[in-house]
C-alpha cells in the first residue's frame, strides 16, 4: 500500500509562486513513479507533471517553462515548484502514484495511488 500525501497550496494573486509536496510512504526507488494531477472546479482531472524510473520529467504543455518537478529520495518527498501562476491554475492538485511502466499513461485508471489533494487558487 502507498501513501501520499499532499501540502503546499494555497491562494496567490498571479505572477505568483508556490511550491507543493507529497511526501510518500514509498522507499525504494524504482518501485513507482509519481506525478501530479490537478482538476479545476466543474472540469475532470489531468495530468500535469510526472518523473519517470530515470527522474526525468515531463510537463503538460500549459505549465512547461513554468513548474519544475524534483524529488528528495532521502525524504521519499516529491515537489512541485509552481512559478508565473494563472488564474487558470486554479484547481485542486493531486500526487499519485503507480507502476514506472504505466508512469506515461494520462488515462486516470492507470494510477494506482492518489492522495486527498491541496487546493490552490490564483487570483487575478
Known amino acids: 500500500q502507498v501513501q501520499l500525501e499532499e501540502s503546499g497550496g494555497g491562494s496567490v494573486q498571479a505572477g505568483g509562486s508556490l511550491r507543493l509536496s507529497c511526501a510518500t510512504s514509498?522507499?525504494?526507488?524504482?518501485?513507482?513513479?509519481m506525478g501530479w494531477f490537478r482538476q479545476a472546479p466543474g472540469q475532470e482531472r489531468v495530468w500535469v507533471a510526472r518523473?519517470?524510473?530515470?527522474?526525468?520529467?515531463t510537463y503538460a504543455d500549459s505549465v512547461k517553462g513554468r513548474f519544475t518537478l524534483s524529488k528528495d529520495i532521502a525524504q521519499n518527498t516529491l515537489y512541485l515548484q509552481m512559478n508565473s501562476l494563472k488564474p487558470e491554475d486554479t484547481g485542486m492538485y493531486y500526487c499519485?502514484?503507480?507502476?514506472?511502466?504505466?508512469?506515461?499513461?494520462?488515462?486516470?485508471?492507470?494510477?494506482?495511488?492518489w492522495g486527498q489533494g491541496t487546493q490552490v487558487t490564483v487570483s487575478s
Open positions: 514509498v522507499n525504494r526507488p524504482g518501485t513507482f513513479c
Open positions: 518523473l519517470d524510473s530515470a527522474r526525468t520529467p
Open positions: 499519485a502514484a503507480t507502476s514506472c511502466a504505466l508512469v506515461g499513461s494520462e488515462d486516470l485508471t492507470d494510477w494506482s495511488y
